[in-house]
């Protein structure tokens, strides 16, 4: 029986697959476990659903942008950046996959996460996810992503958003008095 890390992460792989060949309201729990190689009942334990899958690759997307915590940078607006770029970068491989996805979805599916994410990206960047930053993040993020989704290639529109976000975001949350 394959361990439930191993689990989790082929049952990620093959929605993904699935996803980027065909509709993915079409997609079902069993045909990811299909495609997987894993059991319906050892999947359906870890993840009951599709929604449950998302947010697994949803917290694997994070930990791309958490393994950036180590970055040596004294600046703030650095990290950050780093630490959403890491995020996106690691998206990047599924575009199509996450744009059938998405038109699947709407934006209502995906806003739960969202805040999680925030505080992810600060959590990486060594900065405290006060909720009026994950508050900020979140409206970042979303705008973010809405760039990437027509940024193919060198990702430069995306990471000129990005800089100009959090630079904005600096500056406003200074205001508040709950700058970085």
């Known amino acids: 029986m394959k361990q439930t890390r191993d689990i989790v992460q082929s049952a990620i792989d093959a929605m993904l697959t699935l996803a980027a060949e065909g509709a993915w309201r079409d997609v079902s729990l069993r045909q990811i476990a299909e495609k997987a190689g894993v059991p319906l009942a050892d999947l359906f334990v870890l993840a009951d659903g599709k929604d449950a899958l998302l947010d697994l690759l949803s917290i ?8 950036t915590a180590a970055t040596a940078s004294d600046d703030a607006h650095d990290r950050l950046f780093d630490a959403v770029m890491a995020r996106v970068e690691a998206m990047e491989p599924h575009r199509t996959a996450l744009m059938a ?9 995906v806003a739960p996460s969202l805040p999680r994410t925030a505080r992810a990206l600060f959590e990486a960047a060594g900065l405290d996810a006060t909720p009026p930053r994950r508050l900020a993040m979140t409206a970042i993020w979303i705008r973010v992503v809405q760039v990437w989704r027509d940024d193919e290639g060198a990702l430069n529109r995306t990471m000129a958003e990005i800089d100009l976000r959090l630079k904005q975001m600096r500056t406003r949350l200074s205001r508040i008095g709950a700058g970085f």
Do not use: H, P
């Not at 996805?101 to 599916?109: E, F, M, T, V």
């Open 101 to 109: 996805i998405y038109r699947g979805l709407g934006a209502a599916r």
């Open 60 to 67: 694997r997307f994070d930990a791309a942008a958490l393994a």
